[in-house]
């Protein structure tokens, strides 16, 4: 017999999460960020394939960096104000671990874009880590969001039949 998995969120969560304007920034900042990061992706790649355009794909990466920043200070607001912490909620607790080395590898890009210390191919080959590590890490908040779809949807199954079963 297997245990009843852990619900993603509490019923006040759930409430809390619905009623924030961090929920909607969230919702609007991500795709937005996905589209820079393919964007520059483009940028970079064309760069350390063909050597054409590294002022581009320089500054791409720091324009992808700048929106990671935003959805994460945003995503540490909408975390506080439904799981009652700005970082490492159980609910989001591994995903949170992961962005902080995303953080960790555009953060370092940035420095050593802004300090000049690297070759522009040696930053876009960091960049290209950072983007590797950004990637795992919307897989791992994609598959959270399918959960917690799910979730609902067992949710209001489980509504639907203990309504059926009084009535």
Known sequence: MTS????????EERLRRD??????????LAPIQF??????LY???RCLMTGQGESWALA????????????LVTGCIWEKVVFGKYLFARAFFWEDVFSMLVLALHSAYLWVWWQGVWSP????????AAYAAYCINAVQFIL????????K???ARDGVVAHARSA
């Open 121 to 128: 191919s040696d930053q876009l080959w960091l960049a290209v």
């Open 35 to 40: 589209v820079v990061f393919l964007v520059s």
């Open 153 to 155: 949807v067992d949710h």
């Open 144 to 151: 959270k969001l399918r959960s917690a779809r799910l979730e």
């Open 43 to 45: 940028f970079v790649s």
């Open 19 to 28: 009623a924030t304007v961090w929920t909607l920034v969230q919702g609007i």
């Open 60 to 71: 791409s990466v720091v324009v992808k960096t700048l929106f990671l920043y935003a959805i």
């Open 4 to 11: 009843p998995a852990i619900p993603l969120y509490t019923p």
